[in-house]
């Protein structure tokens, strides 16, 4: 996913220059003004956290330690009072996050908060076993549960040192960020008094969607801007299919401008994972201006997609250019190396590349279920089955475990979320992942806000000029619900004598 991350990110541009480990303020990796906001942007520092390796077996690790990473800022703060406004870092590195979630550092500014980023345990520098992080069974400390505790003792001891043990906390994160703010709420409600979850899939990675949704909903993106753009891709992708059948594989190199010359099924099933994934992110990313996450990306990517597809006088040159849109932005590639550019793995919709990848990869294992599949019926991607015995197979062969469907539902209580409180699920309709998070609300403080122009998590981004009306009202909606629980929060406290 990468869901926040998201896990869901193919194309990464890392910011990972970092020469210090501790108290260094990052000026060089501040958003930069685009003329849309006045206001200066907060001087993060990165810290490191020195996080419990394993909280749940005593024997295994001891009291071992690893240092988690972590960005902050109390340049707004109220020191003492205000409340915390906590990131749960998802699939990626944490300044991916952190710099692409603007709407944060915005309403601490409003509401004079202390803002923390914290990455997640095995992504980004987070690397509890270092280079061997990703080896049998060093990696079996990558689970929910693990990363939920880390928060936990994380936000426990910083309250402590800071002096902050009546600040109210309020969590937030986008896509599997997301899913985490809700369990973080779910499992430690102690600690945390609510949650903003962002474009977050807490149903259907529980295994409670159907598994044609995703691409169809990715289909609909690009239907709804032109039906014959659809038309154009499923063509396009019938086309490369007949030249496979035929064994044309000059034919198919030339038209892609591949590295290499594909000779195999495996090597067109591997085209066709990178190519659909490439309408994937661009369906997921489909914001009203260019943007520098998960890679560079074009103000309304769908629509400069369509416009590409319907451009063409070859529909096989057309698609290439199309994917283009996303691997090859700044035009730099020759060619395309199919097995460099995208890696398949657990997740159908993309794990990315590098060691976060892995990290993906793994949960994608385990406890998040990501069974998605093309079918060329309700989709416009060619038949692509991912079923859960093809998970278990692969999982089995790569990582030596078997998923357990189910898990995460019982672990975080699936769609019986009637009991929970104080928990925002927003969701964009222009984002293929929304319809597998909750869409309405459950209570008067289990809130849905839907985006009718929102892509993968707009809400949380800075402002910008070019923001359709639906994101601006939902921010408002968002903040003036977090300023009541704070308050709320706060009325508690001074009961409680604090």
Not at 422 to 431: T, V
């Amino acid at each position: 996913m990468n869901m926040t991350n998201w896990g869901f990110i193919c194309v990464v541009v890392l910011l990972s220059l970092y020469s210090e480990t501790q108290g260094l303020t990052h000026s060089r990796f501040q958003v930069k003004n685009h003329g849309y906001s006045t206001d200066p942007k907060p001087q993060f520092k990165e810290k490191y956290f020195p996080q419990i390796m394993d909280h749940f077996n005593f024997n295994s690790m001891g009291n071992g330690t690893y240092e988690q990473r972590y960005l902050i800022t109390d340049e707004y703060w109220k020191r003492g009072s205000g409340p915390i406004f906590f990131y749960t870092g998802n699939e990626g590195d944490i300044w991916e996050f952190a710099l692409n979630s603007g709407f944060i550092t915005e309403l601490a500014a409003q509401q004079r908060a202390l803002v923390i980023f914290a990455e997640h345990r095995y992504y980004g520098k987070s690397l509890p076993f270092g280079q061997d992080s990703f080896n049998i069974p060093e990696v079996g400390l990558l689970t929910v549960e693990q990363a939920l505790a880390d928060y936990a003792i994380m936000i426990t001891e910083l309250k402590q040192q800071l002096g902050a043990s009546a600040c109210p906390v309020i969590v937030f994160g986008g896509s599997y960020g997301g899913m985490l703010s809700v369990y973080m709420r779910l499992r430690y409600p102690n600690i945390v008094a609510g949650a903003l979850a962002a474009s977050a899939p807490i149903l259907s990675t529980a295994g409670m969607g159907e598994s044609k949704q995703f691409f169809q909903d990715v289909t609909s993106d690009f239907e709804n801007y032109a039906p014959e753009c659809r038309d154009a891709v499923r063509g396009a992708f019938q086309r490369l299919q007949d030249l496979a059948q035929i064994e044309d594989y000059g034919r198919i190199q030339s038209a892609f401008s591949l590295c290499k010359t594909p000779s195999s099924y495996k090597d067109i099933h591997q085209l066709n994972g990178l190519l659909r994934n490439a309408f994937t992110l661009m369906a997921m990313l489909d914001y009203p201006y260019s943007t520098h996450f998960m890679g560079s990306m074009p103000a309304n990517p769908v629509k400069v997609a369509c416009d590409t597809m319907l451009g063409g006088a070859d529909l096989l040159h057309a698609l290439k250019d199309t994917a283009g849109i996303v691997y090859n932005s700044t035009g730099d590639l020759t060619c395309f190396d199919l097995y460099t550019l995208y890696v398949e793995c657990a997740d159908p919709t993309g794990c990315g590349l590098g060691f976060n990848s892995l990290a993906w990869d793994y949960q994608a294992c385990t406890e998040i279920e990501m069974c998605f599949e093309s079918n060329n019926v309700s989709d416009m991607f060619p038949l692509m089955p991912f079923t859960e015995k093809q998970r278990e197979q692969y999982c089995s062969k790569r990582w030596g475990v078997i998923p357990r469907p189910g898990w995460l539902k019982t672990q975080f209580w699936g769609d019986a979320l009637s009991t929970a409180s104080n928990i925002i699920f927003s969701n964009g309709d222009l984002d293929p992942w929304a319809n597998g998070g909750v869409r309405k609300s459950l209570s008067s403080s289990l809130i849905a806000i839907n985006i009718s122009e929102g892509a993968h998590h707009l809400d949380l981004r800075e402002a910008n000029d070019a923001d359709p009306a639906s994101v601006i009202k939902a921010r408002k909606m968002e903040s003036d619900t977090i300023a009541q629980w704070v308050k709320m929060e706060e009325r508690k406290c001074l009961q409680r004598g604090f």
